[in-house]
């Protein structure tokens, strides 16, 4: 069944259109993959396919170069998934591209998954990859990196959480550019319509202290780094 024929089946069964991206050099964490809801399609970028494997999920799609990926898992891909294959000496990224095919199915939510990995340059230009043009019309983007939970936001955006934890930690990162009105409530040092600067401290390390805490931008592209349980 392809990507398309997935996302059809389970718009039939009533799930959410849930698209979900697993990418990164590390296995997957058990309780990003737990956070997965029923119905969600996967797609993978390059070897995030045999993380994906590892950790139960059955990809419908693979994209890259493939130069990653393990012979096993290639074997399966052939067999289990439609492979999007693409020369080395290309521009972008497995995961830019293995984004953009998420995002062309249209998705009510699209989700990043990562284990992480030890590569700075990796990790910068993986994130850096949620602010692509063709993810702002995405009505609900996230990731989860390792043991990170982020909420992207495309500006205009905005959204509120109920469900963290007093004292906790909270993070705005400006990607991409800066980011042009960005108001932070429920938290020790709210924003007000302020402009951040990309990869600026400035929003770093916030403390929740209240039960809803809200996070909205005008323009540019907010990650909103939020604790998890």
């Given amino acids: 069944m392809t990507p398309v024929e997935q996302v059809e089946a389970a718009l039939r069964a009533g799930y959410e259109h849930h698209v979900v991206v697993v990418t990164g050099a590390e296995p997957l ?12 399609l996967v797609l993978a970028a390059d070897g995030g396919l045999d993380h994906a494997l590892a950790a139960g999920l059955r990809p419908a799609g693979v994209v890259g ?46 989700t990043m998954l990562a ?20 993810l702002t019309s995405v009505p609900r983007l996230e990731a989860w990196w390792g043991n ?37 409530t429920g938290v020790r040092w709210p924003l007000t319509a302020f402009t951040l600067d990309p990869l600026s401290g400035l929003g770093v390390s916030n403390e929740v202290v209240d039960e809803t805490v809200t996070v909205s931008v005008t323009s540019g592209v907010l990650l909103v780094f939020v604790p998890t349980s």
């Avoid at 964490?29 to 969600?40: H, M, Q, T, Y």
């Fill in 148 to 184: 990170q939970r982020i909420q992207a936001l495309h500006g205009p955006g905005r959204t509120s959480f109920t469900d963290l934890a007093a004292g906790s930690t909270l993070s705005l990162v400006a990607i991409g550019g800066p980011c042009e009105g960005v108001t932070s």
């Fill in 115 to 134: 284990g992480g990995g030890d590569r700075l340059d990796h990790t910068l230009a993986a994130l850096g990859a949620l602010a692509r043009p063709s």
């Fill in 29 to 40: 964490r058990p309780e990003a993959v737990a956070d997965l809801p029923d119905g969600a």
């Fill in 65 to 110: 170069d493939l130069d990653s990926i393990t012979p096993a898992g290639l074997a399966w891909a052939t067999e289990h998934a439609t492979i999007s294959r693409h020369d080395p000496a290309k521009d972008h990224t497995d995961t830019e591209l293995a984004l953009d095919m998420a995002a062309d199915l249209n998705p009510a939510r699209l």
